[in-house]
């Protein structure tokens, strides 16, 4: 917290649904409707937004080792490589629609919750 004391970030994304800290600190994230930024956390710099999203989006979290990011938005869950900023997959629902991202603590499975089912992705 002594990064950031009484700190306000803005961004335009409209109102912020979810943030999420990377496991190494160095990356902050907020999820919001119009999108999501990618703040520097150690220069409270914005670093940029995920490409090609707008948005709205409820959730941000990243994998345990800090390799992935899942968002969940209007189109799914949407897997990222934050280092690059490159989205490396969306996933689908066919029954409803998926959110709620989860990894395993070893980053290996990711559970997404799709109605009355969780989906276990390797």
């Known amino acids: 917290m002594s990064r950031f004391p009484h700190a306000s970030l803005r961004s335009d994304i409209g109102l912020v649904e979810a943030v999420a800290f990377s496991p190494d600190g160095r990356l902050l994230v907020a999820a919001g409707e119009m999108g999501i930024h990618v ?3 150690a220069r409270a710099w914005l670093g940029g937004q995920l490409p090609d999203e707008d948005g709205p989006f409820q959730s941000a979290v990243f994998s345990p080792d800090g390799r992935l990011l899942a968002t ?3 189109d799914g869950i949407q897997l990222w490589d934050p280092a690059t900023r490159v ?3 969306t996933l689908r629902s066919k029954s409803s629609p998926a ?3 989860a990894f395993s603590p070893d980053s290996s499975v990711l559970a997404v919750a ?3 089912e969780v989906l276990l992705i390797a």
């Open 72 to 74: 969940n938005g209007e």
């Open 87 to 89: 989205r490396l997959a």
């Open 99 to 101: 959110h709620s991202p």
């Open 39 to 41: 703040w520097d956390a």
């Open 114 to 116: 799709t109605g009355d």
